[in-house]
């Protein structure tokens, strides 16, 4: 009997670990000039955003909708996201790379992100944030 009940506690340990995916998000976002389409060219102080989220439910849209919560673009500029690392940083591209972020700081329980918003160089062929 006392062997069930160690393996019940094991197994449910290791589920508690599986099942644990609420982390605290860490955004900094940096300053930038916003361009709004129709508006006045505006300095925008960067600042650093905190919530809670579900590492499981949680991916890049939920992310930059986040983030347009607090900060307004133009759509002739685009953000990039970047891992906080001290002297270094990898590039956040897809909702993969964000879960491997959010596994590998699992046990710390906090993820921090770099945010960047910056102008398009050339002239654009379409609009990525106009649809039909």
Not at 33 to 61: A, C, E, I, R, W
Not at 64 to 93: A, C, P
Request: proline share 3%.
């Amino acid at each position: 009997m006392e062997e069930i009940l160690q393996m019940e506690e094991i197994f449910m340990e290791e589920a508690n670990r599986t099942i644990h995916s609420e982390l605290k998000l860490v955004v900094s976002v940096g300053s930038f000039f916003s361009l709004p389409d129709g508006g006045p060219k505006t300095y925008v102080q960067g600042k650093t955003l905190s919530t809670h989220v579900d590492m499981h439910n949680f991916g890049l849209l939920e992310l930059v909708n986040f983030i347009s919560e607090h900060f307004m673009w133009g759509s002739k500029q685009y953000m990039t996201l970047w891992r906080s690392l001290d002297g270094d940083s990898v590039e956040i591209k897809s909702d993969e790379e964000m879960l491997d972020w959010f596994q590998l700081n699992l046990e710390k329980g906090v993820i921090c992100i770099d945010a960047k918003i910056i102008d398009f160089d050339c002239p654009l062929q379409f609009s990525p944030t106009k649809c039909r």
